[in-house]
């Protein structure tokens, strides 16, 4: 069975580094074809998909957030980190983790996500 | 960057109607040498994470009634409900996965009971 879970704080402020973990289990972030992605949505908005690791260390981000996102991964825990510099009151959103497999190209499964608030 | 635009951004159906959602990319999604459309759907209800219906534009994610139809190849995408029913009502997302960066998402679509 597949489950993510995000971690990580509720509340930072204006300017902070925001630092999310995902844990998951159920497969293996080694096995060839599997990537954990993280994605955002803000209250009452659209889908925003972040950034993507995947088995052979590649990473990829969103074009617009790229500056401030760093993604990586701890195999040996089953643990995928993103971290969020320059938080801004608009970066409040859920933030999702998520699994996707080459066998279907799509996000397959997903965390329940965690809201952050940007907030002094 | 590939953009993905739904139309419409809303819609209201009757019970028992066709509901259609179409989402257009930017570039093609599709990908010559193995003939497939990196193009999916997910079903969002509130409070919950989306739920994948549809991956490679056409395949049905196991478990999703086959009410549910993904077509189109190319640039041009549809999402069909043949059969509104009130569990349906949800916001749709179109999602592409062709090129890098990978994974952007349609603006949704919300559906509801007319």
């Known amino acids: 069975q597949v489950t993510l879970r995000e971690s990580g704080p509720a509340l930072v402020k204006p300017t902070q580094t925001l630092t999310l973990t995902c844990t998951f289990s159920?497969?293996?972030?080694?096995?060839?074809?599997?990537?954990v992605s993280w994605i955002r949505q803000p209250p009452g908005k659209a889908l925003e998909w972040l950034a993507l690791?995947?088995?052979?260390?590649?990473?990829y981000y969103s074009t617009s957030l790229k500056t401030r996102l760093t993604i990586s991964k701890d195999t040996s825990k089953n643990q995928v980190v993103l971290t969020m510099t320059y938080m801004d009151p608009l970066d409040t959103a859920t933030y999702y983790c998520?699994?996707?497999?080459?066998?279907?190209?799509?996000?397959?499964?997903w965390g329940q996500g965690t809201l952050v608030t940007v907030s002094s | 960057d590939i953009v993905m635009t739904q139309s419409p951004d809303s819609l209201a159906v009757s019970l028992g109607e066709r509901a259609t959602i179409n989402c257009k990319s930017s570039?093609?999604?599709?990908?010559?040498?193995?003939?497939?459309?990196?193009l999916a759907w997910y079903q969002q209800k509130p409070g919950q994470p989306p739920k994948l219906l549809i991956y490679?534009?056409?395949t049905r994610e196991s478990g999703v009634p086959d009410r549910f139809t993904g077509s189109g190849s190319g640039t041009d995408f549809t999402l069909t409900i043949s059969s509104l029913q009130a569990e349906d009502v949800a916001v749709y997302y179109c999602?592409?996965?062709?090129?890098?960066?990978?994974?952007?998402f349609g603006q949704g679509t919300k559906l509801e009971i007319k």
């Open positions: 690791i995947d088995w052979d260390d590649e990473e």
């Open positions: 159920g497969f293996s972030l080694t096995t060839s074809g599997m990537c």
């Open positions: 998520a699994r996707t497999s080459s066998v279907k190209g799509a996000v397959d499964y």
């Open positions: 490679w534009a056409s």
């Open positions: 570039q093609s999604v599709l990908f010559s040498a193995n003939d497939k459309n990196y």
């Open positions: 999602q592409h996965y062709y090129s890098t960066p990978p994974g952007t």
